[in-house]
Every structure is written in C-alpha cells, then in structure tokens.
C-alpha cells in the first residue's frame, strides 16, 4: 500500500501536555484581554464580575470568569458579541435551533482558516487521504455542517462532492459512480442511506470512511452502521459556537475517545448544578474556550453537552490531545418520568438490543394535568412485538413505558438533525 499521511499537522497534533498547557495558559490571558478590549458586552460583564483582565493569570485563575450561556447569544443577538468590525466578517452561520436559541457566529478570514485546519486534521486522522472522494452530505447553508466540511475537504486536499442534505437516490447514484470513499453526514441520515441503498439493491465497495456527528449516538448504533455499511465509522464534533463541525475534534483510529484540539480550544468538565470543576473521569457537562478565534472566541462557554475526560495520555494512535467521552446526551435533553431521570440515548441503547429493531424511534412525550407519560415508537421487523419493546425498556430504565412497534418507514424522515423526543400537551 502506498505511504498514509495520518497526521495533517504533525508538530501541533503530537506536542507534550507540557506545551499544549503553557501555550493554553498565554492564549488564554490573551483572549481575556482581547475580548474586554474588543467587546463592550464582555467588557461590563466581567467589570460586573469584578474581573481585570490585566491581573487575570491564566487556567488557574479561569474559575473567577463568568460563565457564558445561550442566553447571552440571545440577549446580544445579531452581532453584540462579535470582537471585530462587520467589515471584517467574511462568512456568518447560525445554529440549527434544536433548542430556539439563535446563536450568530461571525467568522474571519483567520477563523475561517482555523475552522479549516481543525477539520483537516479530523479528515486525516480517519484515514482520509487527499483526492479521495468525500461526499458532503449535510445541507449547506446555515448550519455549519456542509460549510465546515467543505472548508476542511478543501484544505485537506479531498475531492469535494458537495451534495448538500437530501435526495437519497442520488447520493446514492453518485456514491456509486465516483466510487466515494469518505461520506460525511449527521449521523441519523445513515438510516436513511442505508434503507434506500437496500431499496435500489445497491452496494458501495469502494466506500471506506463515515464522519458523523452533530448528534448524541450509543456506540451500538456507531457498531451497526459501521458493520452494515462496511465501513469505519467516527464521530465528530462541534457546535456554532465554537466556530462549527470538526473545531473541537473527531475519535481517532483507536475509537478509545474524542480527541479535543486543545491548542485551540480549553475544556473544563463541571458540575452541571454548581458549575464546581469536576475531576477526570466523572461526567458533567463540557464548559469550552475558544483560544484562537478572532470574531467572536467564547471564553468558558457552557454547552449543555455531558461527557466525561477519559485520557491525558498519549494516545496509541500518537497524539497528545485530550480525549473525552461521546457525547451522553444535553442537560436540556434530560427526560424525567416517574421520578426516574433518563437520556434518549439510554432508550436508543435499549432499543438496539432488540434484534429486528430499526434505527428509527421516538419518544413522545404526553403531558396531562402535570404528569408526564411516555410511549416509544419503534420500527422493526414482524415478529418484534410491543411487549418486547416494554420488556426491554423496563429492564433497562427501571420503568416501563408504552412501547409501540411500527413497520418500517412509518416515522418522519427528515434531513437534518433527527427529532427523538416529541412533547405534546393534551388537555
Ligand atoms: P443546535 O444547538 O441548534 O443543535 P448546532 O448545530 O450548533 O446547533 O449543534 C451543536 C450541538 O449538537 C452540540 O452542542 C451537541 O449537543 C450536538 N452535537 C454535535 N456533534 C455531536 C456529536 N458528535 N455527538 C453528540 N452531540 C453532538
Ligand atoms: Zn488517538
């Protein structure tokens, strides 16, 4: 076989903790005083804090910032947090609204750059090589993931095939007749993919490599798609407001977690109550600075997204950034039944178990004076049956919810992020 480039940034990807730490302790006094210099938002809000951007140290000193939400995207909205002039502003996305917030992020030439080297390492650390054919299959527009895998294809050296979201047919047709080797999707499209590839009786050899993400997803389902597709699945990771897909890193070869690039950006794990720094290992939801955006770095920003630290080591695959768990779910996305709290992800680990099962669910919701009840649709095959469902869902959640099996294409497809949880108010 030909020489594999695996790295596309060896020094960086590869650095000691050493380095990759006391680099992230000058980009971080740097940022502080570039956004108090450059915001007037953040310029009171840490005024009010009683932060001085001139004394603050660096990581130990981090706990003093305050913390930025959603809330205060909303409360800026369109452009109050962004640190340059709109001259300046080359290209802007917006977040794809799963939880009704608009966040803006305006981008640079130089954030557009960073957005492209991040991704770029992630297309070379799943064995992407250049003028290999990628098919981009999230919609481009908006949301940042068909735009921030085309900046990541470009720079990597990748033959872009932007198909943008939809039309299954002929991402299909076209996988086949420019033999595609790398397919970067949101995760839930695979099921979609995979049913239509079974409907035109249609195989893809020459596919090798799936970039998914923008979703919570078990590894069960990770192990399924991989094993029907024939292919090396991984799942990737960003949000807008770290500046889009792949900015904060993607699972290497060795699958042992979520390489974070921590030259560009500073994690903290955190109590999702108290906010109080976790130790490694314990899950909590990710609190991330930006350390090299120029339009709008978010400094201790609080995502909503649970995982945990899994290794500061050096990892076998030779990197030296640290890995973090899947994403476990949002605290937002928290389901609370009958006293017992739960993630949509644990009914899709359930759910899975079921041979016979699909991958399309729902949890709906139902609220009646106060109380909540759940029922959860499933497609299967014939032969699995509601009360396997319920079995497995009370084994598993220590309830039972109403389970209900479907045939199979019965639920809404749709082309961007899957909708899981559906919550109705009866009266
Ligand atoms: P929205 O908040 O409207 O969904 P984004 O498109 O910015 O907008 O989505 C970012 C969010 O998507 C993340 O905060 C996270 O909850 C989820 N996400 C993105 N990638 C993954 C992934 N690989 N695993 C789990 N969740 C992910
Ligand atoms: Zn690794």
Known sequence: ???????????????????????????????????????????????????????????????????????????????????????????????????????????????????????????????????????IMPSFGLFNGGFGMYHGARKAGLFVIPTGSGNTERQIRLARDFNTRVFGAVISYTGRLIEVMEKMNVELPSLRIGIFGAESVTHAMMEKISARLGIEVYNIYGMTETGGVGTLGMDCQDHS??????????????????????????????????????????????????????????????????????????????????????????????????????????????????????RVLVEAEEGVTGYTVEKRLKERLGFSPKGEVLPIGTLPRVDGKAVRVVRKKLD
């Open 257 to 374: 977690g979520i390489h974070v690039w921590e030259d560009h950006y500073y994690l903290e794990v955190v109590d999702p109550v108290t906010k109080k720094l976790l130790p490694d290992g314990e899950v909590g939801e990710l609190v991330v600075t930006s350390l090299t955006r120029e339009a709008l770095p978010v400094i201790r920003f609080k995502t909503g997204d649970l995982t945990r630290i899994v290794s500061r080591e050096k990892c076998a695959c030779g990197r030296t950034h640290v890995k973090i768990d899947h994403i476990s779910g949002r605290t937002d996305d928290m389901l609370i039944i009958k006293g017992v709290n739960f993630f949509p992800a644990q009914v899709e680990q359930a759910l899975l178990e079921i041979p016979g099962v699909h991958s399309e669910y729902q949890i709906i919701m139902e609220e009646k004076d106060g109380v909540n009840d759940i």
């Open 1 to 135: 076989m030909d020489h594999q480039e695996i790295y596309f940034n060896q020094d960086l990807e590869t650095m000691s903790q050493d380095e990759i730490i006391s680099r992230q302790n000058e980009k971080l006094k740097e940022k502080v005083r570039y956004v108090v210099a450059n915001n007037a938002y953040m310029r009171e809000l840490y005024a009010k804090a009683g932060v001085d951007a001139n004394d603050f140290r660096g990581i130990e000193d981090l706990d003093k910032l305050p913390i930025l939400a959603k809330a205060n995207f909303r409360e800026t909205y369109p452009l109050g947090l962004c640190c340059v002039p709109k001259s300046e502003i080359r290209e802007m996305h917006m977040s794809s609204g799963s939880t009704g917030t608009p966040v803006v992020m305006p981008y640079t030439v130089a954030d557009l750059d960073q957005w492209a080297e991040c991704m770029a390492r992630c297309l070379r650390m799943s064995g992407a090589q250049p003028g290999d054919p990628m098919q």
